[in-house]
């Protein structure tokens, strides 16, 4: 990942994503062992369990390995699926799995949470990355640092407040976070175009459909002359 990183890490720095953190993106297409962690069998049995009550099947919202470096300060509090202007009560729209890719601590950038925070969200709020949510109503003892060995998954609710922690080491810390959202939602981030056809095929089947390679109902319909590949 090390290329990736200082080859396009800086494309999408903000106010909000930060100005000493680096993100990439496309990561099936450049890394096929990410594959593993996408498609954990973990991570699949948590995301049936929450989402296919309100779908037929999920997709991979955004797949974005992110890298905290030194001097980064705390990442506003922010819920991922406020990208989606809509909020039905009791529904989940994603959820997010966090991996660490290196050990994340209480000084290097370990991803902040605000506890219960994804019960608290009205019918009709919700926040995107034009305004993010600046944790003003979160008491200091709900906001805790998930403390991490390398290889660990966190896992959070599409309506989790949450945000990078601040990296005062002299490291960088690396981690991975996937989404995966209800079938009939846009995806956030377009794996035909980030991952080339070619290296989408070498996937597996499941890998596949989790990039948005099936039909949910008739969304999604394509033509195809055979009318076999990536039926439901």
């Not at 779908?55 to 699926?81: F, K, M, W």
């Not at 406020?82 to 966090?98: D, E, F, H, K, T």
């Not at 002299?170 to 996937?178: F, H, Q, S, T």
Request: hydrophobic share 35%.
């Amino acid at each position: 990942m090390r290329k990736p990183f200082d080859a396009v890490g800086k494309c999408d720095e903000s106010d909000f994503n930060g100005y000493k953190t680096l993100r990439v993106s496309g990561i099936l297409g450049i890394s096929p062992t990410s594959a593993k962690l996408v498609a954990h069998p973990r991570v699949m049995a948590v995301a049936d369990a929450i989402l296919l009550t309100y779908c037929l099947n999920y997709r991979i919202g955004s797949l974005t390995a992110v890298e905290i470096h030194p001097g980064e300060t705390d990442q506003y509090l922010h819920v991922d699926d406020g990208i989606y202007p809509v909020r039905m009560p009791g529904m989940q729209l994603q959820i997010s799995a966090m991996w660490a890719l290196e050990d994340f601590t209480k000084d290097n950038g370990a991803t902040r949470i605000a506890l219960g925070s994804h019960v608290d969200q009205g019918t009709n709020r919700y926040y995107n990355r034009a305004e993010e949510y600046d944790g003003a109503s979160d008491s200091p003892d709900d906001v805790v640092q998930a403390i991490m060995p390398k290889g660990s998954v966190l896992f959070y609710m599409g309506t989790t407040r949450h945000g990078g922690g601040a990296n005062r080491t002299d490291k960088p810390r690396a981690g991975l976070i996937n989404t995966y959202a209800l079938g009939w939602l846009r995806q956030e981030e377009n794996q035909y175009l980030n991952v080339p056809r070619e290296i989408a095929e070498q996937h597996s089947e499941l890998i596949q459909r989790l990039m948005g390679y099936q039909l949910h109902r008739t969304l999604g319909a394509f033509q195809h002359p055979d009318g076999t590949w990536f039926e439901n």
